[in-house]
């Protein structure tokens, strides 16, 4: 006979909400609106109110988004998560017949669905299918070893990475690195906070900076690149390596807007040159240099602040993992902080040139529907967890329990 499923709410109209993190999407969306306006502005091609009123229509769906997400409690998340992966598994698929061909011209990547002014990037809304898939894995695992051993680590490692093999595998024809570095600090992230003893972890860590190590030694020599080059790398990935140590001397395109962002963020010096005053071109600063707006208007300061917003708002987001009333919800938090956590990082740092470019944008400020949608699905999750507060035992059919 199964055992009987309990479930108790306490849940009020609006003190669950967490009004920091609100707050903090209020404050990232006016920076990110009047950035994508100056930028648009400041280049004189598009109009740069269409580009903001249709940011501005993401954001309204975002917000929708987050309101409907956070009416799952963990039972339907944990239902939900299957179904969202395999169908963020077909847009994988669906994608290497129907990218667009002239975007993929344009930008080297194959990731991209165009319906007619509308384009989307489908392994954007993968992310948040996949932390929850990875999430209910490591999850259930626990719950049926509740005692970690070596083989039980190993075990659960293994079903990690049947989860994450088809996403990198599927994005490899894609061209699309900086998405695949995304999805392995995903990865990385729920695997620290899994159980999985430092017996384990240790080696891995130690495997993976050799890895690291060797990767920049051959993308950095001749000898090197020619390995890479047998094995599927592209020239312009190079490209964006040879722009990132040497941007002055480089002559591609990648070369130019790597220079013209480093030119933007100093011109901004202390204070900025002011509002409105963008007198550095950067090529598409719209998109993944959004962050050298900031820096040429407000300039040091300003560009604190706002890094200053993302630590707060990343702290707001642990805290929920740490507030959470079971693992599978933990798991889930730890998945999307790191998700914004590694985007800012690495735009940030390709933007101030201490990492090369990798076509990552920065979460809530540049310009794209599906990253701004990933995300805001990413922090719909985590208020999820603030505002369905609930006791909950589910039978052993479920394959979950608190």
Known sequence: MQRVISRSFRRSSGS????????????????????????????????????LVTQGLYWVVGITMIVFLMRFDASQLWRLAPVAYGLGIVLL??????????????????SWFVLGPISFQPSEVVKPAF?????????NHNRLYPVHTRESDWLLIRKMLECLLPVLLLLIPQNDLGTMLVFMAIF??????????WQILGPIIAIGAAIG??????????????????????????????????PGQDTSNTGYQTYQNLKAIGSGQLFGSGWRNLRVFVPVRESDMIFSVIGEMFGFVGGTVLIGLYFALIYLMVRAAMRARNAFYAYIATGVVMMVLFHV???IGMGIGLLPLTG???????????SLL?????????????????????????????
């Open 16 to 51: 669950e909400l967490d009004w920091g993190i609100i707050l903090i999407l209020l404050c990232l969306m006016i920076i990110g609106l009047g950035s994508l306006y100056w930028a648009v502005a400041a280049t004189g091609q598009g109009s740069p109110l269409r580009a």
């Open 188 to 197: 990385g992230g729920v695997l620290l906070v899994s159980g999985v003893t």
């Open 93 to 110: 698929i669906a994608i290497l017949f129907l990218y667009n061909r002239q975007m993929a011209i344009d930008t080297g990547a194959k």
């Open 374 to 402: 990933s995300n805001m699905i990413g922090v719909g999750l985590i208020m999820s967890i603030g505002y369905q507060q609930q006791s909950t035992t589910f039978n052993e059919s479920t394959g979950f329990s608190m």
């Open 131 to 139: 932390i929850l898939m990875l999430s209910k894995v490591v999850a």
């Open 213 to 246: 190590g060797t990767l920049i030694f051959l993308v950095t020599s001749s000898f090197g690149r020619g390995i890479l080059s047998r094995l599927g790398f592209q020239a312009y990935q190079f490209s964006r390596v040879d722009s990132w140590l040497h």
């Open 345 to 347: 990082f690495e735009n």
């Open 360 to 370: 990552i944008p920065l979460p809530f400020i540049s310009q794209g529907g599906s």
